[in-house]
C-alpha cells in the first residue's frame, strides 16, 4: 500500500497545500480520498497518471473542499470518453449531480458513475475492488460525514482517513 498526499490544506486554497486529498495505491489499484479544487492538476503533476488510471474515487462528505475538484474530473474522464466510479453519501451524490448542473457541465454526469454508500454507526464494507476493501462509518463533524478505511486484502494493511 503506498499513500501519496495530493492535498492537505483547508477551505483556503493555499498552493503550497492544495485543498484535501489523497490517493492510496493498492496493487495496481489506485483510490483517490476526496478530490478538493485544484487535484485534478496536482494529480497529474504529481503522478503523471490521468482518470483512466483511477479504480474508484471516495468523497467523505459534501463541504466544498472535498469535491469541488469533481467537475474537473468529470471533464477530463468526458474527454477520453471513460467513466470514473465515485462512492458518496446519499446527499452528496445528489449535491454532485447539482453541482454539475449549476457549472453547466451536466451533460459530463455520465461520465461519473456514482454510487450512494449507505453508513451507520457500525463499520461497513461499501466498497470490494479487486484486492481491497472500503469500509465507512459515521464521523464526527458539522456535517453528515463518512471515515473512510481502506484495505489491502493480501496484507491486511489499512489507511483510515477521517476527512476532517
Given at each position: 500500500?503506498?499513500?501519496?498526499?495530493?492535498?492537505?490544506?483547508?477551505?483556503?486554497?493555499?498552493?503550497?497545500?492544495n485543498?484535501?486529498?489523497?490517493?492510496?495505491?493498492?496493487?495496481?489499484?489506485r483510490?483517490?480520498?476526496?478530490?478538493?479544487?485544484g487535484?485534478?492538476?496536482?494529480?497529474r503533476?504529481?503522478?503523471?497518471?490521468?482518470?483512466?488510471?483511477?479504480?474508484?474515487?471516495?468523497?467523505?462528505?459534501?463541504?466544498?473542499?472535498?469535491?469541488?475538484?469533481?467537475?474537473?474530473?468529470?471533464?477530463?474522464?468526458?474527454?477520453?470518453?471513460?467513466?470514473?466510479?465515485?462512492?458518496?453519501?446519499?446527499?452528496?451524490?445528489?449535491?454532485?449531480?447539482?453541482?454539475?448542473?449549476d457549472?453547466?457541465?451536466?451533460?459530463?454526469?455520465?461520465?461519473?458513475?456514482?454510487?450512494?454508500?449507505?453508513?451507520?454507526?457500525?463499520?461497513?464494507?461499501?466498497?470490494?475492488?479487486?484486492?481491497?476493501?472500503?469500509?465507512?462509518?459515521?464521523?464526527?463533524?458539522?456535517?453528515?460525514?463518512?471515515?473512510?478505511?481502506v484495505?489491502?486484502?493480501?496484507?491486511?494493511?489499512?489507511?483510515?482517513y477521517?476527512?476532517?
Open positions: 500500500m503506498r499513500l501519496t498526499f495530493l492535498g492537505v490544506g483547508g477551505w483556503v486554497s493555499s498552493p503550497w497545500l485543498m484535501a486529498s489523497i490517493l492510496v495505491t493498492v496493487g495496481n489499484k483510490i483517490l480520498l476526496d478530490v478538493g479544487e487535484i485534478y492538476r496536482q494529480y503533476k504529481c503522478t503523471g497518471l490521468d482518470v483512466g488510471d483511477l479504480d474508484l474515487v471516495v468523497l467523505s462528505h459534501g463541504h466544498g473542499d472535498h469535491v469541488l475538484g469533481i467537475p474537473s474530473f468529470a471533464l477530463m474522464a468526458g474527454s477520453q470518453n471513460r467513466r470514473l466510479r465515485v462512492i458518496a453519501m446519499d446527499y452528496v451524490v445528489r449535491d454532485i449531480r447539482r453541482l454539475m448542473r457549472v453547466h457541465l451536466e451533460k459530463y454526469t455520465r461520465f461519473l458513475r456514482l454510487i450512494s454508500a449507505s453508513v451507520g454507526d457500525e463499520p461497513r464494507i461499501i466498497y470490494e475492488g479487486n484486492g481491497y476493501q472500503v469500509w465507512a462509518s459515521m464521523a464526527a463533524h458539522s456535517i453528515p460525514s463518512m471515515a473512510i478505511k484495505m489491502e486484502n493480501s496484507t491486511g494493511q489499512c489507511i483510515v477521517s476527512g476532517d
